[in-house]
C-alpha cells in the first residue's frame, strides 16, 4: 500500500501564496508521474499541474504562470508553490501519485485526502 500525505493549505489573502507539499510512502518501487488536482464546491475535480520523473511539467491554463510544480524523487515528494493567488483559487487540493510498486507490469494511481485551501478577497 502507498499513501500520499498533503500539508500546507490554509486561508491566505487574494494575491497572496501559499506552498503545498505532498510525501508518498510505503510500497513504491517508483513514481511515475505526480501532481495536483483540486476541486471546488459543486465542481468536478481538475487537474492543476503534472511533473514527470523526467521533470516535464504540465500546467492548467488558469495557473500557468502563477503555480509551480517540483518534486523530489529522493525523497518521494512532490510540492505546489502558489503565488498571486485568487478567490477562485479557493478548492481542496488533492496529490496525486503513479506508483510502481515492483509488482506486476504497470503503477497504480494513488490519492491523499486533499488539503484545503482559501483565498479571500
Known amino acids: 500500500q502507498v499513501q500520499l500525505v498533503e500539508s500546507g493549505g490554509g486561508l491566505v489573502q487574494a494575491g497572496g501564496s501559499l506552498r503545498l507539499s505532498c510525501a508518498a510512502s510505503g510500497s513504491i518501487f517508483s513514481i511515475n508521474a505526480m501532481g495536483w488536482y483540486r476541486q471546488a464546491p459543486g465542481k468536478q475535480r481538475e487537474l492543476v499541474a503534472a511533473i514527470t520523473s523526467g521533470g516535464n511539467t504540465n500546467y492548467a491554463d488558469s495557473v500557468r504562470g502563477r503555480f509551480t510544480i517540483s518534486r523530489d524523487n529522493a525523497k518521494n515528494t512532490v510540492s505546489l508553490q502558489m503565488n498571486s493567488l485568487k478567490p477562485e483559487d479557493t478548492a481542496v487540493y488533492y496529490c496525486?501519485?503513479?506508483?510502481?510498486?515492483?509488482?506486476?507490469?504497470?503503477?497504480?494511481?494513488?490519492w491523499g485526502k486533499g488539503t484545503l485551501v482559501t483565498v479571500s478577497s
Open positions: 496525486n501519485a503513479d506508483v510502481y510498486s515492483g509488482q506486476g507490469a504497470n503503477g497504480m494511481d494513488y
